[in-house]
């Protein structure tokens, strides 16, 4: 394996044989936590707009080479679309005052995330359908993250006034 199929296949987590996309969302689910962890909400901010522009560069040179859209093994889409979720929500829980509130961010944006990904309402469906290339792989996901963080943010915000 070439270092750019290592890098779309998040080290391989693509090649699953099933659900791709919720492996490849569940690989980067404890790599963002142990970067939020150890180096802060914003190197992981860094890194995610790193990945999302050189992923739509290698995405497209991908493509180019396969001459295939939006392939199941590219899953370099969900890691910045999870890491958005988390970071959302994340940032969101360290604000509230209840003792589990970190763990909760962590499971609700990781389901909130792959809702919007496999749900695909609105914008996010539109621009999985409409935009080619890179963009395109990767656009659905960005937004889907932010989707996904907002909704997990809305329902942590909820559970804290319940309380």
């Not at 142990?34 to 040179?61: D, P, R, S």
């Not at 910045?80 to 589990?100: K, V």
């Not at 909760?104 to 080619?132: H, N, Q, V, Y």
């Amino acid at each position: 394996m070439n270092l750019q199929k290592l890098f779309l296949t998040f080290f391989g987590a693509g090649l699953s044989p099933k659900a791709p996309g919720t492996v490849g969302s569940l690989a980067s689910l404890p790599v963002g936590i142990g970067i939020v962890y150890y180096l802060g909400i914003e190197t992981l901010f860094m890194l995610t707009l790193a990945i999302t522009v050189i992923g739509i560069v290698e995405i497209n040179k991908y493509e180019k080479q396969t001459g295939l859209h939006d392939q199941k093994e590219i899953v370099i889409d969900e890691a910045a679309g999870m890491w958005l979720s988390l970071m959302i929500a994340y940032s969101t829980a360290a604000a509230l005052h209840f003792s589990y509130a970190n763990v909760l961010a962590i499971l609700l944006s990781f389901g909130a995330f792959r809702l919007f990904d496999i749900w695909k309402p609105s914008t996010i469906g539109w621009i999985d359908r409409e935009l080619k290339g890179g963009l395109g792989v990767m656009g659905d996901d960005v937004l889907a993250g932010i989707a996904g963080g907002l909704l997990s943010a809305a329902v942590l915000t909820g559970i804290e006034k319940i309380l």
